[in-house]
């Protein structure tokens, strides 16, 4: 059996999105510890699932990376 891995960016209290629905996690803080652990993480993944909401918002910033002279290595 293949193992599963949740990685999600979640307050203390449980809170994932504000109380409309936004997408305001300005309080993770992406820094480089961050990035690191996050490619420990996803290096492992062969499959990344996304909700609507997320899909969305990558789907719309992903095409634009390349082009995007200001685009992190990591991106």
Same mark, same amino acid.
């Given at each position: 059996?293949? &193992?599963?891995?949740?990685?999600?960016?979640?307050?203390? $209290? %449980?809170?994932?999105? +504000? *109380?409309? +629905?936004?997408?305001?996690? %300005? #309080?993770?803080?992406? $820094?480089? $510890?961050?990035? &690191?652990?996050? &490619?420990?993480?996803?290096? @492992?993944? $062969?499959?990344?699932? #996304?909700?609507? %909401? @997320?899909?969305?918002?990558?789907?719309?910033? #992903? *095409?634009?990376? *390349?082009?995007?002279?200001?685009?992190?290595?990591?991106?």
């Amino acid at each position: 059996m293949r &193992k599963l891995v949740l990685f999600l960016h979640a307050s203390l $209290d %449980g809170f994932v999105e +504000g *109380p409309n +629905g936004e997408m305001d996690i %300005g #309080w993770v803080t992406y $820094d480089a $510890d961050l990035e &690191k652990h996050a &490619k420990e993480i996803l290096s @492992t993944a $062969d499959t990344v699932i #996304w909700g609507r %909401g @997320t899909y969305q918002m990558m789907h719309s910033y #992903w *095409p634009s990376v *390349p082009s995007n002279p200001s685009a992190s290595q990591h991106e």
